[in-house]
């Protein structure tokens, strides 16, 4: 991407024209307006980038079926054959537009020949495959030849003759040996042009398209080696995920100060076009009000604009068409006044961020300090913030350029940039390697099976969204979706896949490579085998853990939802199947992945616990049927206050909590790294206690029927010891790592016998014998030791017993007197007899 450097943002305006409105496609839905269409193809001239050529920025979509575009402005032109004339490069990067919207919404003055045979037609959704292709490489060829000829004669060919009579022009030509002397003869400039120029034209004017030059070997025509020395050829950028090395030039100089130095330095100029435009709408830019001012889009009343009516007899009344509806070929600067005028007062440091470990000897601005204040403001606010937003793309820039920086994760839990959303969420997944090549490598276009689940499902996923409704949207759905189908034979296309797609194909609309390795890493991580062809094993262990975790942090809730039966699958498969994409929108997705994506597996389950605690006064208030009601129109979520929420219980969750056999086997977190420690974060891994004596103390695999007749979690020895702090006899040799988090509130409940209990427990706990504390049916007696519990309510109680029906009984009664974070010793004191950290009771003298 280029720098702003000394070129100015522009725009224009155009209207698409409209579609019938009782039409609908072969599929039964109504046709996708022309501006939509539009609006899909358009985004692939964003990626097309050249020192010397205008850089299109965006487009948006305005009423009445029109489209603003944003172009980045340059001031030298392509070679002297244009008279480095900068208006006539707008007008042609401006004639660009017409070659990536459909046919029969062209120019028709530079539509190749073939193209008008075939009439004018309309793509409907369900038939896009069958259709006439619009376009094609030898039909843009000539469109280029009619283009270059234009610029070349110094004014817009055949513009002043009538539509019909253009193309009756442009038919007629085939009967001519040289259409390239026909044209100058009519333009009497022939003469005027070098020959390697009008051997150029020749070539794309050829009338069969089979004598034609593909655009690449146009590109070996001797007019272009002629400027090769004066103008460099371009080259691709090596990409963020390629297999060739890269340098980040990321080096510095020794003194900021000298870097920093000087009030005239213009640093806003120095980053990407894209950037500037962003922090411009961020700074209140508009473009319709901008194209207002200027009197390129006309406001008029409604009783201004009504139609034209003919009646019985012939005679018409109301208004001709609206010359503002015409097109106006006018563009008008954007002014970065405002924008520069709202980041007078960010210093140079700001655009040259040092890291984390680099901040000895730099000095705190005013600026800095008002930056540090506005990351404590709701999201929603700094993403609209312009000084805020430029420190952090600034930063994230930096740090994205090396995907193995540590501080990426670091910086991400603070909150990701949205213009660097793509590229970050790749880093946090571990995207990396020649994406590009994987891709290409994947047939995505031979026919299978799953074809036509795709096509039904793509045109009801994320509809309202304007980008991924487009055709141009559905065919990258399609190509995405296919290549993970193709790629991934194990596993089998399930509704929802589609749904998972959209985050990655919005972020990366130009980068289906990019969008494609995105989702193949996030499925593994999050949804391990629940794309299998048989995933009831894998959905059912998934829920059991949700109802133990809805147990675990809400047994009021918990209870009332058994009570009533309404449990997770009635409601959360299509929460955890999409990762909560099918029940929320888009903008909510980005805010609540940005998290996600720091955690492990578990962390959705504390998003669906958080969820339900939104939800919570009307689903105690309601019984099943009020609560089937409230879940098929899911009122509206609080994101920030969910993710907030989903944090704190993540932390307050004891890591094997949430064990499952079907998640996919992680190496543990580093420290640091993450949304937030969870309890007993560090006894993920064995290798944690390397003087244990040699002894699994990790969860052992349940059987599903068992799992599901427990209501609290179980959590492994390893996490009872780090919970407890427990240092242990004199072979710990090396102390045990501990999280810098305030000191765990933890209560363990051991229900042996107080025989059993003399003969060794763990330090702290409380001895509530399982006797004299549950009748015969197991029903918990009111007695002094459960008392006892009353005052250590709000604690993470772990019961612990060498009956496991028994702990498991206990656990279950303290969930029903609404005790919360109850769970139990897997494999109970068994296990922690081999560790050696039991304690025995001094004797008494």
Not at 68 to 97: A, D, K, M, Q
Not at 130 to 150: C, H, N, R
Not at 813 to 822: G, T, W
Request: net charge negative.
């Amino acid at each position: 991407m280029q720098a702003l450097q000394g070129a100015e943002l522009g725009a224009f305006t155009f209207f698409a024209s409209p579609l019938p409105h009782d039409v609908c496609g072969s599929n039964g839905l109504p046709l996708t307006p022309n501006s939509i269409k539009i609006l899909g193809r358009f985004q692939i001239l964003k990626t097309i980038t050249h020192p010397r050529l205008c850089q299109y920025v965006d487009i948006s979509r305005g009423k009445h079926e029109s489209l603003n575009s944003v172009i980045c402005r340059l001031y030298n032109g392509f070679c002297s054959l244009i008279h480095n004339s900068y208006l006539e490069w707008v007008t042609l990067s401006r004639r660009c537009v017409s070659l990536f919207s459909p046919s029969c919404h062209r120019y028709p003055s530079y539509l190749a020949p073939e193209v008008i045979a075939q009439g004018s037609f309309y793509l409907s959704e369900g038939s896009v495959v069958e259709a006439p292709l619009p376009s094609g490489p030898k039909a843009d060829v000539w469109s280029v030849g009619m283009l270059l000829f234009e610029l070349c004669a110094g004014r817009q060919l055949l513009q002043n003759i009538e539509i019909s009579e253009r193309l009756k022009f442009i038919i007629t030509l085939g009967c001519m040996d040289d259409i390239v002397t026909v044209l100058a003869e009519e333009h009497g400039c022939l003469d005027e042009l070098p020959d390697n120029v009008q051997t150029l034209l020749r070539r794309c004017l050829m009338f069969p398209p089979s004598k034609r030059p593909t655009p690449a070997q146009l590109l070996e025509e001797p007019v272009f080696v002629g400027v090769a020395s004066l103008y460099p050829a371009y080259q691709n950028p090596v990409s963020l995920f390629s297999s060739s090395p890269r340098c980040a030039h990321l080096e510095l100089p020794e003194d900021l100060n000298e870097l920093c130095k000087g009030d005239g330095q213009d640093y806003l100029s120095e980053r990407t076009v894209d950037e500037v435009y962003h922090l411009w709408c961020l700074a209140g830019g508009d473009l319709e009000k901008e194209l207002t001012n200027k009197d390129i889009i006309q406001s008029k009343p409604p009783v201004c604009t009504l139609p034209n009516f003919i009646f019985e007899d012939g005679e018409s009344f109301g208004q001709s068409r609206d010359r503002s509806f015409l097109l106006d070929d006018t563009t008008v600067t954007l002014s970065l006044c405002q924008l520069r005028n709202r980041l007078r007062d960010v210093t140079g440091e700001a655009y040259y961020p040092l890291l984390e470990d680099e901040h000895c000897g730099l000095p705190q601005s005013n600026s800095s300090t008002e930056l540090s204040a506005a990351s404590n403001l709701p999201l929603i606010i700094r993403e609209r913030d312009t000084e805020y937003q430029l420190t952090r793309i600034v930063l994230f820039d930096r740090l994205l350029a090396n995907p193995r920086e540590r501080n990426c994760p670091l910086e991400a839990r603070v909150d990701v940039p949205p213009l660097l959303r793509g590229l970050a969420w790749a880093t946090l997944l571990g995207v990396e390697g020649d994406i590009q090549a994987k891709y290409d490598a994947i047939d995505k276009d031979t026919a299978i099976p799953t074809d036509r689940q795709i096509e039904v499902d793509i045109p009801r996923c994320h509809q309202y969204d304007e980008l991924l409704s487009s055709p141009q949207g559905h065919v990258k759905f399609r190509r995405v979706l296919k290549a993970w189908v193709v790629s991934h034979p194990d596993l089998v296309y399930w509704q929802g896949l589609d749904s998972l797609c959209a985050p990655f194909l919005y972020l990366n609309f130009n980068n289906e490579a990019l969008a494609y390795a995105c989702m193949s890493a996030f499925i593994p991580k999050y949804l391990y085998d629940f794309f299998l062809k048989d995933n009831s094993h894998v959905i059912q262990e998934y829920l059991t853990v949700f109802s133990q975790m809805i147990a675990f942090h809400d047994p009021e809730l918990s209870n009332h939802l058994n009570e009533i039966g309404f449990i997770p699958d009635l409601y959360a498969i299509p929460w955890f199947l999409t990762m909560f994409t099918h029940v929320f929108p888009l903008h909510k997705i980005f805010h609540l992945w940005d998290t996600l994506l720091l955690g492990n597996s578990s962390f959705p389950f504390c998003i669906g616990v958080a969820i339900l605690q939104q939800l919570r006064d009307r689903l105690l208030a309601n019984g099943f049927n009020e609560c089937i009601l409230l879940f098929s129109d899911l009122p509206e979520i609080d994101i920030e206050r969910c993710v907030r929420e989903s944090i704190s219980l993540f932390c307050w969750t004891p890591k094997s909590a949430t064990f499952r056999q079907h998640a996919q086997t992680a190496k543990p977190l580093s420290d640091g790294i993450g949304i937030g420690r969870p309890l007993a974060y560090y006894s993920s891994d064995y290798h944690d206690y390397p003087d244990l004596p040699n002894t699994d103390l990790s969860r052992e695999p349940l059987k599903l029927s068992e799992l599901k007749a427990e209501v609290s979690p179980r959590i492994s020895s390893e996490d009872l010891i780090d919970l407890c702090e427990l240092t242990g006899p004199a072979h710990f040799k090396t102390p045990v790592k501990r999280p810098k988090t305030v000191k765990t509130k933890i209560l363990a409940v051991d229900i042996r016998s107080a025989e059993d209990f003399g003969r060794g427990h763990v330090q702290g706990s409380v001895n509530i014998p399982y006797g004299s504390a549950c009748t015969p049916d197991g029903e918990l007696l009111q007695c002094p030791a459960t008392h006892l519990l009353a005052t250590h309510k709000g604690r993470v109680i772990v019961v612990l017993s060498n009956i496991m029906k028994n702990a498991a009984t206990f656990a279950a009664h303290l969930v029903k007197l609404n005790y919360p974070r109850v769970c139990v010793l897997d494999g109970g004191m068994n296990k922690m007899k081999s560790t050696g950290l039991l304690t025995v009771p001094s004797p008494q003298i």
